[in-house]
């Protein structure tokens, strides 16, 4: 069985916001100098899914797949780490400023080019853009079964089992492979490398291709394909007033009442 784990780098979530700034001109956002890169942890929960399914089924191999700059390669070390057993990095000029479309043609190009796939893996949404677009994307393009949310992952034979997460439960799901899966944080903690693990993702194979190794011309990729245009990238502005009614805790609770009544909310 081959798993492909479609795994993106993003600026580190965590980071503080002072961190992150916009170009409203370039509609672009600006990382600050040192901004840590890391794998989307939406996708490293992917790669703990792959993972738990190989646990079961000793002849699961899996492949971390990551469209992005040379830098991008540390995202999949991070995964091949974690216990992938290879990695190809999607890394060409030609790539750059991609959309959803674009980003999900070259990743399907690529699972293309792997050759046999019985599982595709990806992550909810990217946590830089949380566009959540490009695993449907890519089912879409590939002419997969595509279930979303996944809680928990199982093969049995050629079937794939989903529990996938409601907003007031969950459900049981199942398609036929090769099908896509997107993976939601309910999985539970993606596991952390150790040092052996980190040494021997060292070893690990790690295929580079550019968009002419997929066949894709330079105008069908990146900026130069994409089907969505920005129109405004801005950090809305927030005015908040804030007054302190002074008083008894009973004239506090009466000024609230009357400000409340005037501003028609209560
Ligand atoms: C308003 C706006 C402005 C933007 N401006 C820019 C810009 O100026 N320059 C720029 O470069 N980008 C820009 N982007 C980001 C770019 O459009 C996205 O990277 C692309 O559309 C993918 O969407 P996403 O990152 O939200 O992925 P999602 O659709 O949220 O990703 C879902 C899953 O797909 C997989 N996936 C997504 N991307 C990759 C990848 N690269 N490699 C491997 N797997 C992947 C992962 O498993 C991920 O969990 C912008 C996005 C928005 C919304």
Known sequence: MHIVVCAKQVPNPEAAFSMFRIDEEAKRMVPAPGLQLVMSPFDEQAVEAALRIREHHADARTTVLTLGPDSARNAIKHGLAMGADEGVLLCDAAFEDADSYTTAHALVAAIRKLGR???????????DWDAGVVGAGVGELLGLPVITFAKD????????????????????????????VTVSNELGAARTPNLRETMRAARKPVTVWKAADLGLAADEVGAAG???????LFVPVKNNRCEFIAGSPEEQAAGLAQRLRAAKLI
Do not use: K, S, Y
């Open 117 to 127: 796939c019985d599982l595709v893996l990806t992550g909810r949404q990217a946590a």
């Open 153 to 180: 992952v199982h093969v049995e034979d050629t079937t794939v089992r989903i529990e996938r997460v409601l907003d007031d439960g969950t459900e049981i799901m199942e398609a036929a492979m090769p099908a896509l």
């Open 226 to 232: 994409a089907r969505r245009v920005v129109e405004r």
